[in-house]
């Protein structure tokens, strides 16, 4: 688990193709490895990652196909940059939210502007995650914790910080970047768990028997 605070900004310093996956090296810059060790993970761009060697000024991490094919990891090549975080310990401050490292979809990033200080970020988000996205709630992307501004369909935007956009890589962002989001996990199981004795059945995934609805929501309390 992981809080969604970036503790540095690494880059890819090589990456070696596997066949359908691929092995990446890490150089994690200002990253504290001291109580790293191997089999620990550490969150890259919002993706948990398994340290399998340290040469010392990084890691060694192996992607699997799945990763590559459904988070932003696949286009990372030489020289791109990444946000890193160590995995939570009992002692550290919770920050942010609960952030597993899985992530659900990826994202564009569809405009960012300057509003005083900050930065405006709007993104869409792909259809099948977006009801899982609420006004004020909270979302990972690209392993960011961020609080949810405002909802419109599919589309929902952010406010970003000076410090947060100093620190990560998003002082690079632009529109049209494809970014990796998670939705807060506590959806993700509520879901599931409203369909009951359903979830067991066959094909009995929540695209299949009818998702989160008012309706449902309705049935079990949630709503008058």
């Known amino acids: ?20 996956d691929a092995r990446l090296y890490i150089r994690t810059g200002d990253l504290p490895l001291a109580g790293v060790q191997l089999g620990d993970s ?19 991490a192996d992607v699997s196909g799945e990763s590559l094919s459904r988070t932003t990891l696949g286009q990372l090549q030489t020289g791109s940059e990444v946000n890193l975080e160590t995995a939570l310990t009992l002692q550290t401050p919770l920050g942010g939210h609960l952030v597993s490292g899985h992530v659900d979809g990826v994202g564009q990033v569809v405009r960012c502007y300057d509003d005083g200080r900050s930065m405006r970020v709007e993104i869409e988000a792909p259809a099948d995650i977006a009801k899982y996205i609420a006004a004020k709630g909270s979302i990972c992307v690209d392993g960011i914790s961020l609080t949810v501004n405002h909802v419109d369909g ?18 690079r962002l632009s529109a049209g970047q ?5 939705v807060d996990v506590i959806a993700r199981y509520l879901e599931r768990l409203l369909l009951g004795d359903k979830a067991a059945q066959a094909g009995g995934s929540a695209g299949n028997v009818g998702g989160l ?12």
């Open 178 to 182: 494809a970014v990796n989001l998670e």
């Open 42 to 60: 550490i969150a890259t761009n919002g993706v948990c990652l398994t340290a399998v060697d340290l040469p010392g000024d990084g890691f060694w």
């Open 213 to 224: 609805t008012e309706a449902m929501l309705a049935e079990h309390g949630f709503m008058r």
């Open 1 to 20: 688990m992981f809080t969604g605070i970036i503790q540095a900004v690494g880059q890819v310093a090589r990456r070696d193709n596997m066949g359908s």
């Open 154 to 171: 599919a589309r929902f935007g952010l406010n970003i910080v000076p410090h947060t956009a100093q620190k990560t890589t998003w002082r």
